[in-house]
């Protein structure tokens, strides 16, 4: 966020799990197509760093699913459960950080925007941080943020807080 965005949208503070199942809860119920590749994102130099620093301590398995990584194959994105569960990062600042109304929260210690997509399932996006950390599950997570405090530790160990 630039100096000017440095406000937490609408941060709303919560304990890791029982208050991102009410997060979630919000977001609504769609669909998701698990087998579609991912975008690898494009950051500079240092949030790359940032993150295949992250990629080396994401956990082998969140929310009882199994690491599998989406193609193309990249340090800068990871999934569990055959795309249920998607990581990107270095992702660009999303716009809806500018909007006002938009919903955030804090679980464990880490920022999160909240997006809910269209016909699919909720996105997070880490905040105050100096590389953008994108979450994405599918609509059969649609109401449960739980998986998002698995990444919270590893977040916190790699990449810094700060713009």
């Given amino acids: 966020m630039t100096s000017s965005c440095r406000r937490l949208l609408h ?30 994102p494009t950051p500079s130099s240092e949030a790359a760093a940032y993150c295949r620093a992250l990629h080396k301590e994401l956990p082998r398995s969140v929310a009882g699913l199994e690491r599998t990584d989406p193609a193309p194959r990249s340090d800068l994105t990871a999934g569990w459960g055959d795309g249920a569960i998607v990581l990107r990062c270095g992702v660009a600042r999303p716009a809806k950080m500018n909007d006002p109304q938009s919903k955030a929260a804090e679980a464990d210690g880490v920022n ?11 996105r997070f996006t880490t905040t105050l ?35």
């Fill in 112 to 122: 999160w925007l909240l997006e809910q997509r269209e016909d699919d399932g909720p």
């Fill in 129 to 163: 941080r100096k590389a953008y950390v994108e979450v994405t599950f599918s609509a059969a997570y649609a109401h449960d943020a739980t998986p998002l405090a698995a990444f919270a530790a590893p977040v916190k160990k790699t990449v810094p807080s700060g713009l």
């Fill in 11 to 40: 941060p709303v503070l919560l304990g890791p799990s029982v208050a991102l199942v009410l997060l979630a809860a919000a977001v609504g119920c769609t669909s998701t197509d698990p087998s579609a590749s991912v975008t690898v």
